[in-house]
């Protein structure tokens, strides 16, 4: 059986809730799409922000579409140290307890109180991709890469519903480390 799928590497990138894109963007604004990702439905868009830390600012983060329900900030490990904030890893959504940042857009900014998070490794699947590996949502496996500095990510959380597209999702930093890019096959070893 085929046990291979794409990898994709993150870049820092801010998720928005409406309330706070409103502040950021001006009333009742809509995102501009720039062009979609490979996840259907998430799409890059024109609009940036600059993200202020208590050590430093990093300016041009790209927000992602479509609006959420809260605000999410999603950093590297070495972003998190430039910005003198604690790099707490978790999964997308899991917020609480989280550090906060300082958010400004081009009509206002927002303090968050939490949102920032280093994503964990994840793995992005189909229901039939499931089925084909044997695998159900919230498993956690591990995986393998190719090449002259192959690596194996240990829990690698698995995301499966209907409207996923196979794919892992590692932040940059990993990535590089692993010496793999954008659409490059790894290896499922659960």
């Known amino acids: 059986m085929d046990n291979k799928l794409p990898i994709a590497l993150s870049n820092r990138h801010?998720?928005?809730g409406q309330e706070d894109l409103n502040i950021l963007f001006g009333e009742n604004y809509e995102l501009t799409r720039s062009k979609d990702l490979s996840q259907p439905g998430q799409y890059a868009c024109e609009e940036k922000v600059d993200l202020v830390g208590p050590r430093n600012t990093i300016k041009g983060v790209r927000v992602l579409g479509p609006v959420r329900s809260k605000t999410q900030v999603e950093i590297s490990i070495a972003?998190?140290?430039?910005?003198?904030?604690?790099?707490?890893?978790?999964n997308s959504g899991d917020i609480e307890?989280?550090?906060?940042?300082?958010?400004?857009?081009?009509?206002?900014?927002?303090?968050?109180?939490?949102?920032?998070?280093?994503?964990?490794?994840?793995?992005?699947m189909h229901?039939?991709?499931?089925?084909?590996?044997?695998?159900?949502?919230?498993?956690?496996v591990r995986v393998r890469t190719e090449g002259p500095r192959a690596v194996i990510f240990e829990n690698v959380l698995v995301?499966?519903?209907?409207?996923?597209?196979?794919?892992?999702?590692?932040?940059?930093?990993?990535?590089?480390?692993?010496?793999?890019?954008?659409?490059?096959?790894?290896?499922?070893?659960k």
Do not use: C, Q, W, Y
């Open 97 to 124: 307890g989280t550090p906060g940042i300082k958010i400004v857009g081009p009509k206002g900014e927002v303090e968050l109180k939490e949102g920032v998070i280093v994503a964990a490794r994840h793995i992005h």
């Open 79 to 90: 972003d998190a140290i430039k910005l003198g904030v604690e790099p707490v890893v978790r």
């Open 159 to 189: 995301r499966v519903k209907d409207d996923f597209a196979l794919e892992m999702h590692v932040d940059i930093e990993e990535g590089n480390a692993a010496g793999v890019k954008n659409g490059d096959l790894v290896e499922l070893i």
């Open 127 to 140: 229901t039939s991709d499931g089925e084909r590996f044997g695998i159900k949502d919230g498993d956690i």
């Open 14 to 16: 801010v998720h928005l």
